[in-house]
């Protein structure tokens, strides 16, 4: 063991290329489906070891090769990398037995071994976002990720998940092009692609304003909200998360946009903050103002949907707002919701989507004409549902009480009464839509769409089970989270200018 635990940053990205490997060299579902499930439950054991380590002695640094930076690749892992890393691999840890009915039902018998070989190269691209130390290396997971995630898209049965993976990859292309033109100008400015190296040059060279560097921070910000589908940048998101197989809908909502607003965190917070006041910026209020109408404008559309995975698509959509509203407001409380909520949202979206994907296996829809009643049918999925539904709304002793909560405190401290009547009046909003739904499984006639429902098998229903706990635990003890959160947002803030 003293022999692998300085090697934890590597293994956190080799283990699932190699299982990605393993899976599509087997080419059959039973063994790649093991592969991928023995490969999940390994990664969150690796990622908590990490931030254990970080918590207890500091940054964790390793050297790829052996050379040192700013000149070799660094794998990086903090508080804030250790808390993402930690919520990635256990998101697919616990979602990943779900897979096995529910891919068998979904996709084709011939693609579900690289199924599992596409999802494991998806997890090695993201895990490897949040743990390198070196920004092209970021672009180049993101692209690993990406690719992977298009290809999981595109399985879907529904000849509509081509044309969702297609507008997937078009405006993900987009947005990479975007992240590297601006690593392109940190490096001409720089002569470094090492994040830290490249806060460290910036800091003493430019005490003011650079067009190059303001350029570069455009550039980023507009690539990685791409990515993680910042309003009005979402245009791909319903599409890709309503025509997915339904898996792959919960893992991406649970874990691809996340990742993606820790890239931008790392950016603004780490690097650009060190350079450039963002106060005599309009950046944050940029971030705000759109944050503020991901929230109410996503949540109305969602209000309208007759499609249970779109209005979550939609919902999803809304609640990123909360947590770039975080990120915008920029200050201890309001960053730590932010942070916050990127938990507590991955925990119930996910449970949501599963939900869905429960439903779906049981009657083959998720329309909401055809779920009348379906409650009585699937007591235990729907009350899992539930939960999550209140959490969202943003119900006291739920999870997603403690993010607006903290959301609200940060507005409170810039002395900001508008943001918080915003935040209960789009919360509002999501009580209407999830009302709507509520009202339908559980207090209408059941359908005849739903005769032969019942709750799915163990497999399925305990990750759901599992998730919708952690909502309402999470609710009532704060500790991994805002705990954990707060701290990396302490060492985020306190290298601002």
Request: glycine share 10%; charged share 10%.
């Amino acid at each position: 063991m003293n022999a692998v635990w300085p090697h934890l940053p590597i293994l956190q990205v080799v283990v699932p290329l190699i299982g990605a490997v393993l899976a599509g060299f087997l080419r059959r579902a039973g063994p790649a489906f093991a592969v991928a499930l023995a490969v999940s439950w390994l990664m969150p054991l690796i990622a908590g070891a990490m931030l254990w380590q970080v918590l207890a002695s500091g940054p964790i640094s390793y050297h790829i090769g052996s050379w040192p930076p700013p000149w070799g690749i660094e794998y990086r892992v903090d508080v804030l990398g250790g808390f993402m890393l930690l919520l990635v691999s256990t998101v697919g840890a616990v979602i990943m037995p779900f897979a096995r009915r529910s891919v068998a039902f979904e996709v084709e018998d011939g693609q579900q071994a690289w199924f599992y070989c596409m999802y494991l190269l998806c997890l090695t691209g993201l895990l490897g976002i949040v743990t390198t130390g070196d920004a092209f290396n970021a672009f180049v997971f993101l692209e690993v990720s990406s690719l992977s995630t298009y290809v999981l898209v595109a399985l879907g049965r529904d000849r509509r998940a081509l044309l969702a993976a297609f507008q997937y990859l078009i405006m993900g292309t987009i947005g990479a092009t975007f992240y590297i033109i601006g690593v392109g100008l940190l490096y001409l400015l720089t002569g470094s692609l090492n994040m830290a190296d490249i806060a460290a040059r910036l800091g003493p060279e430019w005490a003011g304003h650079s067009r190059a560097i303001v350029a570069a921070l455009a550039f980023i910000t507009v690539g990685v909200s791409l990515k993680l589908a910042l309003f009005p940048l979402h245009a791909w998101l319903p599409n890709a998360y309503a025509y997915a197989p339904s898996w792959v809908t919960a893992f991406l909502s649970a874990t691809a946009t996340k990742v993606a607003i820790y890239l931008l965190v790392r950016f603004f917070f780490s690097i650009f903050g060190v350079a450039i006041d963002f106060r005599e910026l309009p950046v944050t209020d940029i971030v705000i103002a759109l944050s503020i109408a991901a929230m109410f404008v996503a949540s109305v559309i969602a209000v309208f949907q007759t499609d249970l995975k779109r209005m979550l698509a939609y919902s999803s959509v809304a609640q990123i707002g909360y947590i770039t509203l975080g990120i915008g407001l920029a200050n201890q409380a309001g960053l730590t919701g932010g942070l916050v909520h990127i938990v507590n949202h991955a925990l119930m979206k996910a449970a949501l989507f599963l939900a869905a994907g429960a439903i779906f296996f049981r009657i083959g829809t998720v329309r909401l004409s055809d779920l009348a009643g379906i409650g009585r049918k699937m007591p235990l999925t729907m009350t899992a549902f539930t939960v999550a539904c209140f959490g969202l709304v943003g119900t006291p002793g739920t999870s997603g009480f403690i993010s607006k909560w903290f959301l609200v405190l940060g507005a409170l401290d810039k002395g900001w009464w508008v943001p918080v009547f915003l935040i209960v009046g789009s919360s509002l909003i999501a009580l209407v839509y999830v009302g709507r739904v509520l009202e339908v499984v559980w207090l209408r006639e059941p359908s005849a769409a739903i005769a032969n429902a019942s709750d799915p098998p163990l497999s399925m229903l305990l990750p759901l089970v599992v998730l919708a706990a952690a909502t309402i635990y999470f609710g009532l003890d704060t500790q991994w989270t805002a705990g954990i959160a707060g701290t990396a947002v302490k060492n985020l803030l306190g290298g601002l200018r």
